[in-house]
C-alpha cells in the first residue's frame, strides 16, 4: 500500500460498508488489541448537539494557557484529515499519521474485524496522543455519546454542552432521548457538566442513578451580569467572547475540578478565539463575509443573533445543507435575507438547492445553472436561486453583492469548506 495520507483514507473509507455504524464492541476489542485500555492520563469528552467544537478548543486554548501540554481530538474537519489530531496545539503531520494507521490496521486484521472510519481514525489519535502522553486528552464525540468510538475511554470529566434535535434517526426524535444517548459519556463518582441552561430532566435522573456528581450551567457556573462564574470563583469580567461565553464558562468550570482554574489573562486571551467556520468574518471588496457550520435549527439561530449586521446594505445568503438535514432551520432567515444563492451538497447524504429552495418565498422564480458565468444580472430582492455546487453560488452571490452588504454563508462543514476555497483559494 502507498504511505500517502490520501491513499490511506481512501483505504479506510473503503473498509465499511456504511459511514456510521455505532456500537463499542468493534472498536473497544481492536484498542484493547492495541493496549490502549484503560487510557492511563487525565481525559475529558464532550458531547453536545452544538457547541462541542468552541468548547474543545476554548477548553484546550485555557489548558495550555496554565501550563498544560494537551491532546485535542474533534471532528469534522474542514480542509485537512490533520485538523483532527492535535498536540499541545500542532496538526498530526503525515508521517506520524500514516504510521498510526498501520498500526491499527495490523491489530484490526489480526482479530479480524471491521471498523468505520471514525472508529479507525479515532484509534489512529489515540495511539499518537499515548506517544505524546499530554497532560490532558480532550476528546469531542462525534454523534451522540453513548456508542460513539470515544466512549471507550473512560473521561475524569464528562460535558453535554448542549441537546437539540439533530440526527434523529440516529438517537431518536426528543430532547429526552437524545440527551439519554449524550449523557452516556458519564461515569459514576466523575462530574457532569451540563452547558446550557435548559436541561432536559433526564439527564439529572440518570446522574442521580449512577451517582454522578452534575454541575449545571447557570446554577453551579455561567455567564452572569458580572462576568463568567464557577464553582469556588468569584464573577470574572471579559469582553464579548466569540465562540460563546456560555462555552468559555463551561470550560473554565471543568479545569476549576482538575485544578487548574483560569486566572483573568487566560480568559481574556480565550474570548478573542476565533474558529474557521464558528460565526467567521471575512471582508473582501467592502462586502463583509460571515461563514457558519451550523446545520440545526439552535445552531442556525445562534448564528443569525451573532452574526454583524451588514454595514449599509443588504443581506445575501449562501446555503447548502446534507439532505437529512430540517429545511424548517432556514425559517428565521426569511424575514432577514433579500437574495439566496441555494447550491446542491454531493456524496451519499447530500442535499439540493431545489430542497431548500421549497420552503422559501420567491422560489417560483428561481433557477438552476451549471456555471457561475450564467448568474442572471441583478438578483431582484427576496429572489431564490438554485446552483450545483457551493462555488457557483458563492462566485453568484460575490457577483451580486454591493460594498456594504453583507454576505451569510451557512449549512454544514462542506458548505464552509468550499466556501473558503472559492473565496480564499483554501483547500
Not at 487525565?42 to 452544538?50: F, Q
Not at 469534522?76 to 491499527?104: M, Q, S, W, Y
Not at 457561475?372 to 450545483?388: D, F, I, L, M, R
Request: glycine fraction near 12%; hydrophobic fraction near 45%.
Amino acid at each position: 500500500m502507498s504511505t500517502s495520507l490520501a491513499d490511506w483514507l481512501g483505504y479506510i473509507e473503503s473498509l465499511h460498508p456504511r459511514d456510521m455504524e455505532l456500537g463499542l464492541e468493534r472498536v473497544a476489542a481492536v484498542a484493547r488489541q492495541l493496549g490502549l485500555l484503560p487510557w492511563q492520563g487525565r481525559v475529558v469528552t464532550v458531547a453536545g448537539t452544538n457547541g462541542k467544537g468552541s468548547t474543545v478548543s476554548l477548553l484546550d486554548h485555557l489548558a495550555r494557557a496554565s501550563g498544560w501540554r494537551t491532546g485535542l481530538y474533534t471532528s469534522p474537519h474542514i480542509h485537512r484529515f490533520n485538523e483532527r489530531i492535535r498536540i499541545d496545539g500542532a496538526e498530526a503531520a503525515d508521517d506520524a499519521l500514516c504510521r498510526a494507521f498501520e498500526d491499527v490496521e495490523a491489530a484490526r486484521r489480526s482479530i479480524d474485524l471491521p471498523l468505520t472510519y471514525f472508529e479507525f481514525t479515532t484509534l489512529a489519535g489515540l495511539l499518537l496522543f499515548r506517544e505524546a502522553a499530554p497532560d490532558l486528552l480532550i476528546l469531542e464525540v462525534g454523534l451522540g455519546g453513548r456508542l460513539d468510538a470515544v466512549n471507550i475511554v473512560d473521561p475524569d470529566v464528562a460535558v453535554i454542552t448542549s441537546v437539540g434535535l439533530d440526527h434523529t434517526d440516529w438517537l431518536g426524535d426528543t430532547r429526552e432521548a437524545i440527551a439519554s444517548e449524550k449523557a452516556g459519556i458519564r461515569r459514576p463518582g466523575r462530574p457532569l457538566l451540563y452547558g446550557e441552561e435548559d436541561m432536559p430532566p433526564v439527564v439529572a435522573q440518570l446522574a442521580a442513578a449512577d451517582g454522578v456528581p452534575l454541575l449545571r450551567a447557570g446554577i453551579d457556573f455561567g455567564a452572569g451580569a458580572d462576568g463568567l462564574y464557577w464553582q469556588g470563583s468569584t464573577a470574572v469580567a471579559v469582553e464579548r467572547v466569540w465562540l460563546g461565553e456560555d462555552n468559555l464558562a463551561t470550560a473554565a468550570q471543568v479545569l476549576a475540578l482538575l485544578g487548574r482554574a483560569p486566572d483573568a489573562g487566560a480568559l481574556a486571551s480565550a474570548a478573542r478565539l476565533t474558529l474557521p467556520g464558528r460565526c467567521q468574518q471575512l471582508a473582501l471588496g467592502g462586502v463583509d463575509w460571515c461563514l457558519d457550520v451550523g446545520h440545526n435549527r439552535e445552531a442556525l439561530a445562534r448564528f443569525l443573533r451573532r452574526a454583524p449586521a451588514a454595514p449599509s446594505g443588504r443581506t445575501l445568503a449562501v446555503c447548502a445543507m446534507l439532505g437529512d438535514k430540517p429545511v424548517a432551520a432556514l425559517a428565521p432567515f426569511v424575514p432577514v435575507v433579500e437574495a439566496w444563492f441555494l447550491a446542491d451538497l454531493d456524496g451519499e447524504r447530500g442535499g439540493t438547492g431545489a430542497r431548500l429552495a421549497e420552503v422559501l418565498p420567491g422560489a417560483s422564480d428561481g433557477f438552476s445553472e451549471s456555471s457561475p458565468g450564467n448568474s442572471p444580472a441583478g438578483t431582484p430582492p427576496g429572489s431564490v436561486a438554485c446552483y450545483t455546487s457551493v462555488a457557483q453560488a458563492v462566485a453568484a452571490a460575490r457577483a451580486q453583492a454591493r460594498p456594504g452588504d453583507r454576505v451569510l454563508v451557512f449549512g454544514s462543514f462542506y458548505t464552509v469548506a468550499d466556501a473558503q476555497a472559492a473565496l480564499l483559494g483554501e483547500g
